[in-house]
């Protein structure tokens, strides 16, 4: 009796496993569905603003300067995808895997990336103004010159992430992490840092007008030449000797 169900609970793991490995069907590039491959396709300069591609298969697909205005990537697969100057403006990408993408240039403005992975994805120049990224992982992550005004990213991890004068005004970064990251005169006013772990990142040259920093983790956190304009430190651990010289 025993080895039976031993037989059967096998053979629903192999049957589980088979199911999970399913190829999705080939899609047509000419209309873009769901839950289709794309691998195949080339969608340089097209548009396809509005267009459902959720769970879809993008792996290296050549998305360069395509209009997705309005689209649906959720749960897509983007990896070492190429979206150089795409437009991506509110679209929900929410748990798209964008890790190793080219996303230089490309526009992600009130798009929702919730839970999104862009891990080691090249996002110099991009615009994520406006976005909903709760949850998102900017792990290893090109970040240079992007803008990032009034956005959600509550949760992220931006470990080892190049930030070097990302424009974060006014966003939200509340319980992210943010480890040894490169903020060099990134712009952070009115930005809020509540209980962020900023330990051994660098804000050398960084604008902190209002930012708030209250309960973060400081610790080997650098902010040399940084401007300072009534910033909120309150509660915060390990602050560097040169912030405690410019408080009152």
């Given at each position: 009796?025993?080895?039976?169900?031993?037989?059967?609970?096998?053979?629903f793991?192999?049957?589980?496993?088979?199911?999970?490995?399913?190829?999705?069907?080939v899609?047509?590039?000419?209309?873009?569905?769901?839950?289709?491959?794309?691998?195949?396709?080339?969608?340089?300069?097209?548009?396809?603003?509005?267009?459902?591609?959720?769970?879809?298969?993008?792996?290296?697909?050549?998305?360069?300067?395509?209009?997705?205005?309005?689209?649906?990537?959720k749960?897509?697969?983007?990896?070492?995808?190429?979206?150089?100057?795409?437009?991506?403006?509110?679209?929900?990408a929410?748990?798209?895997?964008?890790?190793?993408?080219?996303?230089?240039?490309?526009?992600?403005?009130?798009?929702?990336?919730?839970?999104?992975?862009?891990?080691?994805?090249?996002?110099?120049?991009?615009?994520?103004?406006?976005?909903?990224?709760?949850?998102?992982?900017?792990?290893?992550?090109?970040?240079?010159?992007?803008?990032?005004?009034?956005?959600?990213?509550?949760?992220?991890?931006?470990?080892?992430?190049?930030?070097?004068?990302?424009?974060?005004?006014e966003?939200?970064?509340?319980?992210?992490?943010?480890?040894?990251?490169?903020?060099?005169?990134?712009?952070?006013?009115?930005?809020?840092?509540?209980?962020?772990?900023?330990?051994?990142?660098?804000?050398?040259?960084?604008?902190?007008?209002?930012?708030?920093?209250?309960?973060?983790?400081?610790?080997?956190?650098?902010?040399?030449?940084?401007?300072?304009?009534?910033?909120?430190?309150?509660?915060?651990?390990?602050?560097?000797?040169?912030?405690?010289?410019?408080?009152?």
């Open positions: 009796m025993i080895y039976r169900l031993i037989l059967a609970s096998l053979l793991s192999c049957e589980a496993n088979s199911l999970e490995s399913t190829p999705l069907p899609g047509d590039c000419d209309l873009p569905k769901p839950l289709h491959d794309y691998r195949h396709c080339n969608f340089n300069g097209r548009d396809l603003s509005g267009a459902d591609l959720a769970g879809s298969l993008l792996k290296g697909v050549n998305l360069q300067n395509t209009k997705l205005f309005d689209c649906n990537l749960d897509a697969i983007l990896i070492e995808a190429d979206l150089k100057w795409a437009m991506l403006s509110g679209c929900n929410a748990q798209a895997d964008f890790s190793q993408s080219d996303l230089f240039h490309t526009n992600f403005d009130e798009a929702i990336v919730t839970s999104a992975n862009f891990f080691r994805a090249n996002l110099f120049g991009a615009s994520m103004n406006s976005v909903t990224a709760v949850g998102a992982s900017f792990q290893h992550a090109n970040l240079k010159d992007i803008s990032m005004e009034e956005s959600q990213f509550i949760r992220c991890n931006f470990d080892q992430a190049f930030m070097m004068r990302a424009v974060l005004i966003s939200n970064l509340t319980d992210s992490s943010l480890r040894q990251v490169v903020l060099t005169g990134a712009a952070l006013e009115h930005a809020d840092f509540t209980r962020t772990d900023l330990s051994g990142s660098l804000l050398n040259g960084t604008t902190l007008t209002e930012t708030i920093f209250h309960n973060a983790k400081l610790t080997g956190a650098r902010f040399t030449n940084a401007r300072f304009q009534a910033p909120d430190f309150s509660g915060a651990t390990d602050i560097p000797t040169d912030i405690l010289k410019e408080k009152p």
